[in-house]
């Protein structure tokens, strides 16, 4: 079982930045892949980012590729997104998820946990 917490959202000017956070509770957080997914108004969840369990590895959606960076810390079981030259088009629920090792990553449903979302506002 594995609990996720994001931190970090909140309102920002477009052009700005913002840094998410994701802490799990699992002492095996260093064998889980994480992604970052978020989810607009009215629109469906879209894939963000992914990392793989070591982090030797990144995936990224084209709409982010660039201005987003995923990383993470297995000493912290922590999970970060660094959101740069954010758009007004970035405004979303932003979740971070964890997927077993080897799992495909950027399919929603390949990741068995979830966190409860933290707002991201960029405003024009």
């Known amino acids: 079982q594995v609990q996720l917490e994001e931190s970090g959202g909140g309102l920002v000017q477009a052009g700005g930045s913002l840094r998410l956070s994701c802490a799990a509770s699992?002492?095996?957080?260093?064998?889980?892949?994480m992604g970052w997914f978020r989810q607009a108004p009215g629109k469906e969840r879209e894939f963000v980012a992914d990392i793989t369990n070591s982090g030797s590895a990144r995936l990224y959606a084209d709409s982010v590729k660039g201005r987003f960076t995923i990383s993470r810390d297995n000493a912290k079981n922590t999970v970060y997104l660094q959101m740069d030259s954010l758009k007004s088009e970035d405004t979303a629920v932003y979740y971070c998820a964890a997927r077993a090792y080897g799992s495909t990553w950027g399919k929603g449903r390949t990741y068995g946990y979830w966190g409860q979302g933290t707002q991201v506002t960029v405003s024009t």
């Open positions: 699992a002492g095996t957080f260093s064998s889980y892949g």
